[in-house]
């Protein structure tokens, strides 16, 4: 299950109450669903530094749910949205 960091302030996301918590960080969560999107062959990220790549690596064993994936799906197209 994901779980929101208390820093995090999600504006634009599409969660009515309160939104999910996400425990592995932001870029494995962002790199896990990337992986799965079906006109992406291979996600690349860089880290300048080790934090970085400690926060990026979960990314590997990190599992979506549907729902997760459903909901980060709604975001991602509601952010495509407002670029355009």
């Known amino acids: ?10 504006c634009w996301l599409p969660w009515k109450k309160s939104p999910p918590r996400i425990t592995p960080p932001w870029a494995a969560v ?9 006109t992406v062959a291979t996600p690349l990220a860089g880290a300048r530094n080790p934090v970085q790549l400690t926060e990026l690596l979960p990314f590997l064993t990190l599992r979506l749910g549907g729902d997760e994936i459903a909901l980060l799906d709604q975001a991602s197209a509601q952010a495509s949205d407002v670029d355009r």
């Open 1 to 10: 299950m994901l779980t929101w960091p208390a820093t995090a302030r999600p």
């Open 30 to 38: 962002a790199l896990a669903w990337l992986a799965r999107q079906p």
